[in-house]
């Protein structure tokens, strides 16, 4: 699979209409570029309209992730609970992580690549069947973050030179039956959104007994 940078102008990866929405296009005339991060860069970009009218965009550049819905042999589907600055609070999500960068080129990693790697650093397991089930803009109105959602099966653990959590994150592996982690996202327990598009893919894909 190639790498989706998610910036303006890329074809699609998500499947939509590549020309629908022509005539609302906006055109970036000037980029200036506030803060850039470890991972994220912050900018403003001055937009023309195909009116000629000019406006500006706050828009915090992000080069994607992978988000993984992982259901072990009993059903379960592993999950990881950390604390989330951001939110205040400790979240209850689906294993996730940023696309990784080249810092020589630019170049952003494969997702198909990408996803192995997370699941296994924050979950300890492997998966002997990965299947990508969609790609998804997480903050359109501002991000450029597009998220690939994969469902891993088969697992098993990760013994032999297992890859690790990063060293600035905390995480609690915990495993629900895949009705449970479902039902968690109609109470609010599971509030995060990448987790919520996972869990509810599942449960469609459970309903039609292709999971």
Not at 17 to 30: H, I
Not at 35 to 49: A, I, M, P
Not at 50 to 63: K, L, N, S, V, Y
Not at 158 to 165: F, Q, V
Request: contains cysteine.
């Amino acid at each position: 699979m190639s790498p989706a940078r998610g910036t303006p102008g890329d074809d699609d990866p998500t499947g939509a209409d590549p020309s629908a929405g022509d005539d609302l296009r906006e055109t970036v005339v000037e980029s200036r570029i506030i803060h850039r991060g470890r991972y994220l860069t912050f900018r403003v970009d001055t937009v023309e309209r195909a009116d000629g009218t000019r406006a500006t965009r706050e828009i915090c550049g992000h080069p994607g992730a992978v988000a993984i819905v992982a259901l072990d042999p009993d059903d379960r589907v592993l999950l990881v609970r950390q604390w989330r600055t951001a939110a205040g609070r400790a979240l209850l999500e689906i294993p996730a992580g940023t696309l990784d960068v080249d810092p020589a080129t630019g170049a952003i990693e494969d997702h198909a690549l990408a996803a192995p790697r997370e699941l296994e650093e924050e979950t300890g397991q492997r998966a002997g069947r990965w299947r990508h089930l969609t790609s998804f803009w997480t903050a359109p109105g501002f991000a450029t973050e597009l998220m690939h959602l994969y469902l891993a099966t088969e697992l098993r653990p990760a013994h032999e030179n297992r890859l690790g959590p990063d060293d600035d994150e905390w995480l609690e592996l915990v495993r629900l039956p895949w009705q449970e982690a479902v039902a968690a996202v109609g109470s609010g327990e599971i509030a995060d959104g990448k987790s919520i598009v996972g869990l509810l893919w599942l449960a469609r894909l459970k309903a039609a007994g292709t999971a």
